[in-house]
């Protein structure tokens, strides 16, 4: 029997005397596909740092344990020491230089070179001076776009792409590289819609048919059970269960992860006798949105709902957040409370009462290297006045304040952290959430725009996450603009659902319309009743976001 692609024996670390990994085991044979699942804190993302040499293990004490890979044994000293041994990985938070096109993405510190006169000329010693091969180049990057279904032109400059295309480059990078022995794939469908989704876990199937170790980390049970061999369960920086596939269910996984019995859901009502008015008014509404664009909106959002906004990737569902709050040029009619917004001026948007949790929260929605309560209470000091003491060119920040509401923040959503003062960078994904949610309370909006809420949120807090929304909705009256590529979260907690398509609303549906009316929407169709044919099921749930394909995270109640 050939030896297992990774060992890790007794793996501890501590950072300044908080032990967050507590003698972790764990074995990925050759070919198969061994999920690691665990909320956030549980000790993943540290685990995976030791893996790949990353500095702030080093720079923090190192670690204890062994690693093996392929049966020899070693010490990553850096990230390149690691690709060395033949580990791949793509990261949750994308690992791409912006100003590069997506073939010098997925070749970066691999591209092919030819000889050219100057090289010719120095014979062995002229080896650096080779010219780029853009032909080869352009051939292996396509050919690794194509090996995980994605149509995007290889001369693509990255910056500006959708992060769900981002993620498929990233992954077409892992791909292309020939000694790949082990890939770990974190949260790599987080960003993804249903299809997508469907098709990179067909990927990650043929990878591992070719001998290829992989290592799945993901919050999305349905496919830790749709493609793990084996389940590997970390709670509180333990190993808490191992599980193979024919042993494995949902909740048991989920018991594992958590450590206790699921809440029941306990929603507040909404309140009785309102009079809505409109909240947010557009018309013609065009974003000129990389990847996302869209192509002339027309929508009325009632106050105090909550309406999802629905979509596949690159279809413009993101596109019009970033559009009304400017981040994209944008043209139309937006008004909210009757009183147009000013495109293109995103402070000023912000001074109307309007706030926005980005779906890419590492660019747009934080200041990685300040502290937890500079970004919860920054963005209101800047634009309300709020925390501060004194006025005028006098006004200094109010630290007491700052940190005494940081820390009620810190409790009511429970950011697992060391305290108030630590820099976000350092926090995981899921938590780095939080943050992004607790500032766009902290400015107690009248309109919140959200997107991808419980993007990288494990499955013990998004049920927290979604009755944090509902709770500020029903309390504040606050109106919402929910954008998910997850359909049953919609169905969930949302009034109507907005279905995007082409860069236009398709149709708009109550949350309980049937499947096949969502389906047919999706593909840019009229739903079924509607003025449109009727399309056989099956044909319809390839296409589906979320519950309208069965994905029902425990967490999401039923």
Same mark, same amino acid.
């Given at each position: *029997?050939?030896?297992p692609a ?11 005397g908080?032990?967050v990994l507590?003698?972790v085991d ?5 070919g198969?596909?061994h ?12 685990? *995976?740092?030791?893996l790949?040499?990353?500095p702030?293990?080093h720079?923090t ?6 690693i093996?890979l @392929? @049966? ?7 990230p390149?020491?690691? *690709?060395?041994? !033949?580990?791949?990985?793509?990261h949750?938070e994308?690992?791409l230089?912006? @100003?590069f ?15 050219n006169?100057a090289s010719?000329v120095?014979g062995?010693?002229g080896r650096?001076l080779?010219?780029?091969d853009?032909k ?9 776009l194509?090996?995980?279904?994605m149509s995007?032109?290889e001369?693509r400059?990255?910056?500006g792409?959708?992060v =769900?295309?981002?993620?498929f480059?990233?992954?077409?990078r892992?791909?292309?590289k020939?000694n790949?022995?082990l890939l770990v794939?974190d949260e790599?469908?987080a960003?993804?819609?249903e299809s997508?989704?469907?098709e990179?876990?067909?990927?990650m199937k043929a %990878?591992?048919g ?6 799945f ?7 830790v059970?749709a493609?793990?061999?084996r389940i590997?369960? %970390?709670?509180?920086g333990?190993v808490?269960?191992r599980?193979d596939?024919?042993d494995?269910t949902?909740e048991?996984?989920a018991?594992? *992860? ?8 306990n929603?507040p009502?909404r309140?009785?006798?309102?009079t809505?008015?409109?909240a947010l008014?557009?018309?013609n509404l ?5 990847g996302?664009?869209?192509?002339g909106?027309?929508?009325d959002?009632?106050?105090?709902e909550?309406l ?5 990737? @690159?279809?413009?569902?993101?596109g019009i957040?970033n559009g009304?709050l400017g981040?994209f040029?944008a043209?139309g009619t ?6 147009p917004l000013?495109?293109g ?9 309007v706030?926005?949790v ?12 300040e502290?937890i309560e500079?970004n919860i209470? =920054?963005t209101?000091?800047?634009?309300q006045?709020?925390f501060?003491? !004194?006025s !005028?060119p006098f006004?200094?920040l109010d ?11 810190i ?6 952290c060391?305290?108030?003062t ?5 926090l995981s994904?899921g938590?780095?959430q ?7 309370f902290?400015?107690?909006p009248s309109?919140l725009?959200v997107s991808?809420p419980t993007?990288?949120?494990d499955v013990?807090a ?8 509902v709770?500020?909705n029903?309390e504040? =009256?606050?109106t919402i ?9 919609l169905?969930q907690?949302s009034?109507r659902i907005?279905v995007v ?11 309980d319309?049937p ?7 999706f593909? =840019? !169709?009229?739903?079924a009743?509607?003025g449109g ?5 099956d044909s ?7 519950d309208?394909v ?9």
């Amino acid at each position: *029997m050939s030896n297992p692609a990774l060992v890790l024996r007794g793996i501890r670390k501590s950072y300044y005397g908080n032990v967050v990994l507590q003698g972790v085991d764990l074995e990925v044979r050759a070919g198969e596909i061994h999920a690691l699942v665990g909320e956030n804190g549980a000790g993943k993302s540290t685990l *995976m740092n030791i893996l790949f040499g990353m500095p702030v293990i080093h720079e923090t004490g190192g670690f204890e344990g062994t690693i093996e890979l @392929g @049966g020899t044994p070693v010490v990553p000293a850096t990230p390149s020491d690691a *690709m060395a041994h !033949g580990v791949g990985m793509v990261h949750q938070e994308f690992m791409l230089l912006p @100003g590069f096109t997506v073939a010098e993405n997925i070749k970066l510190a691999r591209e092919p070179s030819k000889p050219n006169v100057a090289s010719r000329v120095l014979g062995p010693w002229g080896r650096g001076l080779e010219s780029l091969d853009l032909k080869r180049m352009k051939q292996e990057s396509r050919a690794a776009l194509d090996r995980i279904g994605m149509s995007l032109d290889e001369w693509r400059p990255v910056a500006g792409l959708p992060v =769900g295309h981002m993620q498929f480059v990233e992954i077409a990078r892992e791909v292309d590289k020939e000694n790949a022995r082990l890939l770990v794939f974190d949260e790599p469908t987080a960003v993804l819609t249903e299809s997508e989704a469907e098709e990179l876990l067909a990927t990650m199937k043929a %990878l591992a048919g070719q001998g290829i170790a992989i290592l799945f980390i993901t919050h999305r049970l349905d496919e830790v059970l749709a493609v793990a061999d084996r389940i590997t369960v %970390l709670r509180d920086g333990a190993v808490a269960g191992r599980v193979d596939r024919a042993d494995a269910t949902v909740e048991k996984i989920a018991e594992l *992860m958590i450590g206790r019995a699921l809440p029941e859901r306990n929603l507040p009502p909404r309140p009785e006798g309102r009079t809505p008015g409109v909240a947010l008014h557009l018309q013609n509404l065009v974003v000129e949105m990389p990847g996302e664009e869209v192509r002339g909106v027309d929508l009325d959002v009632q106050e105090g709902e909550i309406l999802g906004v629905a979509g596949l990737a @690159g279809q413009g569902k993101l596109g019009i957040a970033n559009g009304v709050l400017g981040l994209f040029p944008a043209t139309g009619t937006v008004e909210t409370s009757g009183s147009p917004l000013p495109l293109g001026d995103t402070l000023g948007v912000l001074k109307r009462s309007v706030a926005f949790v980005s779906e890419d929260r590492r660019q747009v929605g934080l200041l990685l290297d300040e502290s937890i309560e500079t970004n919860i209470a =920054g963005t209101a000091a800047h634009v309300q006045g709020r925390f501060l003491k !004194g006025s !005028g060119p006098f006004a200094l920040l109010d630290k007491s304040a700052i940190r005494a509401h940081a820390e009620r923040m810190i409790e009511e959503f429970d950011i697992r952290c060391q305290g108030p003062t630590q820099a976000v960078r350092r926090l995981s994904g899921g938590n780095q959430q939080k943050v992004c949610l607790a500032r766009a309370f902290t400015l107690e909006p009248s309109l919140l725009f959200v997107s991808e809420p419980t993007r990288g949120v494990d499955v013990g807090a998004k049920d927290r996450v979604l009755q944090l929304l509902v709770q500020v909705n029903r309390e504040r =009256g606050t109106t919402i603009v929910l954008t998910s590529s997850e359909l049953a979260e919609l169905r969930q907690v949302s009034d109507r659902i907005a279905v995007v398509s082409e860069g236009r609303i398709q149709g708009i549906l109550p949350p309980d319309a049937p499947d096949v009316e969502f389906g047919l929407l999706f593909a =840019g !169709g009229t739903a079924a009743g509607r003025g449109g044919d009727a399309v056989p099921q099956d044909s319809v749930s390839a296409r589906l976001d979320g519950d309208a394909v069965g994905r029902r995270d425990p967490g999401e109640g039923s």
